[in-house]
């Protein structure tokens, strides 16, 4: 795919969903922090569900490690592998207060040493809590990039280095979550809703459905 046709694409995205933002719902670093962490094969609907019922009750590194494995899985239960994402966050909590004076770091080694936490959340937390211009390639992204040919690639890793070399750098910032709204809601995986893409016409898809 040549530079202009992905300039397009993203002034289309951008001219569409001019301050795009994630699904989860969070009001600090540290909520987005475990939000993330919970969304591991779980929806955004499910997971705000339960951090519903979390934060007004514990929305702190110190809050939550006081609940404990036990007291915070009653919280998330909804949400599947909810007992090893609790012991994950539990460890975390502890990391966070006794290494990070309970702040969240905005750091990629920092974050990717907490449990639970790997390469795609840490991009999503630099990224969205802290306005980094990285790409948390999830299932959609990696889709999206593929399937349009705007970063072909047989790795997640691969998908992320080819999107940060080659979108330009103004669309940077918001790229991630314009690319996993139109994976989600237009570009899905069994059913491409290629008659209503807006980026159709630059999709360099061969089995578009029309």
Known sequence: MNPAKRREIFSRLRAANPHP??????????????AVVLSAQATDKGVNLATRRLFPVANTPAAIYALGEA?????????????????HL???CRMLVELHGSRVPADRAAL???????RKTANVILNTAFGQPTMAVDTHIFRVAN???LAPGKT????????????PAEFRIDAHHWLILHGR???QARKPKCPACLIADLCE???KLV
């Open 90 to 92: 539990i460890a975390a």
């Open 185 to 187: 809601y237009v570009c």
């Open 156 to 167: 997640v890793l691969e998908v992320e280095k080819k999107l940060l070399k080659t979108i």
């Open 205 to 207: 898809y061969k089995d």
């Open 71 to 87: 007291g915070l899985a009653d919280y998330i239960r909804t949400i599947g592998l909810y007992k090893s994402k609790a012991r």
């Open 21 to 34: 933002a994630t699904e989860l719902e969070y009001a600090t670093p540290f909520e987005l922090l475990v």
């Open 147 to 149: 399937r349009t040919g």
């Open 112 to 118: 990717e040493a907490l449990p639970g936490v790997g």
